[in-house]
């Protein structure tokens, strides 16, 4: 059965095959999702700009039209929706890829219908998590309410993907703490994630950039992983 609370979220499923999208909607409608499907990429931004009640959309990174990535990057410039990218197993580039352009999961294909599951429910619980503490953390001039999805520096609104959004609230909460990548992973990927440190690098990366000279907030240890320390000269 769905979890609770998510149990009546609405995804959108875009994949130019038809066999796949049935099989995705049948496990996800076996979990009480609502399930509305776009069979290009073209399709699919239409519907996401017509629907405001879609709370994920699993993308196929190639579709005609317009491809996945393209879909991603225009989806990024106004909204910070869940996005679970689906690519043929073994093609890395496209998980990077899809990293940098703010994808928030991904699942290669041939997949199980566990692993499906699994992804999606952790995407969407943590989208709406709010049972992880503090409703709104602050260091060093960075703000993020969790409620409300919103961060901010110097109160300027900063536009983050959900994952690069817990990334800096999982490092806002272990300010001082030397991170480990396995430990990154786990706690903000969850335990069943597959994936390896260049998907935190990915990350890192990105929240450097968004942050602009806070960024450099975010220390490396090497041969480890990072530490989040607010710097008095920034």
């Not at 994920?56 to 990024?76: N, Q, T």
């Not at 503090?134 to 959900?162: R, Y």
């Not at 480990?180 to 990927?189: A, D, G, P, T, Y």
């Amino acid at each position: 059965m769905g979890l609770g609370v998510m149990s009546k979220n609405k995804i959108l499923v875009a994949d130019d095959e038809s066999r796949m999208r049935k099989l995705i909607k049948d496990y996800l409608v076996r979990e009480d999702y609502e399930v509305i499907e776009a069979e290009n990429g073209e399709q699919a931004l239409d519907m996401f700009y017509m629907d405001s009640e879609i709370s994920l959309i699993i993308l196929d990174v190639m579709m005609p039209k317009v491809d996945g990535f393209a879909v991603l990057k225009e989806i990024r410039e106004t909204s910070s929706i869940p996005v679970l990218m689906l690519t043929a197993k073994g093609e890395e580039n496209d998980v990077l890829n899809g990293f940098e352009l703010g994808a928030d999961e991904y699942i290669n294909k041939p997949f199980s219908p566990k692993i499906l599951m699994a992804r999606v429910n952790a995407v969407l619980r943590r989208s709406v998590d709010d049972s992880i503490g503090k409703k709104v953390v602050e260091a060093g001039g960075i703000q993020l309410d969790v409620d409300a999805h919103v961060a901010t520096n110097d109160g300027t609104p900063v536009e983050l993907s959900v994952k690069e959004f817990e990334l800096l609230y999982y490092f806002i909460n272990n300010e001082g703490i030397a991170l480990s990548r396995e430990k990154i992973l786990n706690h903000v990927w969850d335990y069943d994630y597959f994936g390896d440190a260049r998907t935190i690098d990915t990350h890192v990366k990105k929240l450097r950039s968004k942050l602009d000279d806070k960024g450099n907030y975010i220390k490396t240890i090497w041969g480890m992983g990072y530490k989040f320390e607010v710097d008095a000269k920034v």
